[in-house]
C-alpha cells in the first residue's frame, strides 16, 4: 500500500495542475499581507470604529495572528476549487489517458487502487492547507509579529497571547477535513466520468448550490441545510469562540468525516464494479 501510496504522489506532482494551489497561495498571501501592512490600520479603526468611544486599544492588534485570522476566512472559499483540480483528475485522467485497463490487471486489488488514490489525494489536500499555515501564519508573524488576537463575530472577543496558537492548530486541522471532504467529493464524481473537468465543475456546483441553500433563511431549506457538509465547513470559526461550542464542535467534525466515509465507501463501489472493457 505505501508503495502505491508513493506512486500515486509521484503521479500527482508529475502534473503541473497540482502546483496551482501552492502557487495561487504563495502570491495571494503575502499581497494581503503587503495590503494590510500599508492600510492595517485603517482597516483595523474601521472594524473598531462602533467600540472605539466605549474601549480603549492598547497593544499590537494588528499582528500576524489578526492577519492569518482574516485570511483563513478569506481563503477557505477559494481553496476547494484549487483541491479540485488535483482530486478530480485522480480516476477520470486515468480513464482519459487510456491507462486503465493497464491499471487494473495488475496483480493488485481494485480496493488497494483506489484506496492508496485516495489517500495520495488526502496527503496533498493536507499539504495545500499547511503551505496555507506556513505561509499565513509563518509569514504573518515575521512581518506584523505577535500580540493579542481581536475577533470579531457580533461580539468582540480578545484572546491572549498564550491562548491562541492552540486555537489556529486545531482551526487548520479542522480546515484540512473540510477540504478533504471537498476531495472526497470529487474524487466520487472522478469514478464515474472518464473526463477530469466533470468532477472538477460538477463539485464546484454542488458546493455552490450547497453554499446558497446553507445561507438563506428560508423555511424548507432550515430543514435541509443540517444534513449539507457546506454548513459545517467555516466550524473552524468554532475555535475561535469563547466559551467554546465543544457540542457543536464534534458535531461538526462527526458530520464531515461521515461525509468523507460515505463519498469514499461510494467511490469503492462504483469502482469495483467499473467495467474497463467497454
Known amino acids: 500500500m505505501i508503495q502505491i501510496i508513493g506512486i500515486e504522489l ?9 502546483y496551482i494551489a501552492f502557487l495561487a497561495i504563495a502570491v495571494i ?10 492600510e492595517g490600520n485603517h482597516y483595523l479603526e474601521f472594524l473598531t470604529q462602533s467600540i472605539q468611544q466605549v474601549f480603549v486599544f492598547t497593544g499590537n492588534f494588528l499582528n500576524g495572528y489578526l492577519i492569518s485570522h482574516i485570511l483563513l476566512g478569506a481563503l477557505m472559499i477559494h481553496i476547494p ?18 491507462t486503465y485497463r493497464m491499471l487494473l490487471t495488475r496483480p493488485v486489488s481494485r480496493w488497494k487502487i483506489v484506496t492508496g488514490k485516495f489517500i495520495a489525494g488526502v496527503i496533498y489536500t493536507n499539504l495545500v492547507v499547511l503551505w ?41 486541522g479542522f480546515a484540512a477535513l473540510s477540504m478533504t471532504t471537498v476531495a472526497s467529493l470529487a474524487f466520487l464524481l472522478s469514478s464515474m466520468v472518464e473526463n477530469a473537468i466533470g468532477p472538477i465543475v460538477g463539485t464546484m456546483a454542488i458546493i455552490i448550490v450547497f453554499v446558497i441553500v446553507s445561507n438563506l433563511n428560508v423555511g424548507l ?11 459545517y465547513m467555516n466550524g473552524w470559526r468554532l475555535f475561535f469562540e469563547t466559551p467554546m461550542d465543544s457540542a457543536e464542535t464534534v458535531k461538526s467534525v462527526s ?24
Not at 509521484?10 to 497540482?18: N, Y
Not at 498571501?29 to 500599508?38: E, G, L, N, S
Not at 458530520?255 to 467497454?278: E, M, N, P, Q, Y
Open 81 to 98: 476549487f484549487l483541491v479540485t483540480l488535483v482530486a478530480g483528475d485522480l480516476l477520470a485522467g486515468e480513464a482519459t489517458a487510456g
Open 10 to 18: 509521484f503521479k500527482i506532482f508529475k502534473k503541473w495542475r497540482s
Open 255 to 278: 458530520v464531515l468525516f461521515a461525509h468523507v466515509v460515505v463519498f469514499f465507501g461510494a467511490t469503492l463501489l462504483i469502482f469495483k464494479r467499473k467495467d474497463i472493457l467497454s
Open 221 to 231: 431549506f432550515k430543514d435541509i441545510r443540517p444534513f449539507l457538509f457546506t454548513y
Open 29 to 38: 498571501v503575502p499581497i494581503v499581507q503587503i495590503a494590510m501592512y500599508v
Open 132 to 172: 496555507l499555515a506556513f505561509i499565513s501564519l509563518g509569514l504573518g508573524i515575521a512581518i506584523f509579529g505577535t500580540g493579542e488576537l481581536l475577533v470579531l463575530s457580533g461580539d468582540i472577543t480578545i484572546f491572549a497571547k498564550n491562548d491562541i496558537m492552540w486555537r489556529f492548530v486545531c482551526a487548520y
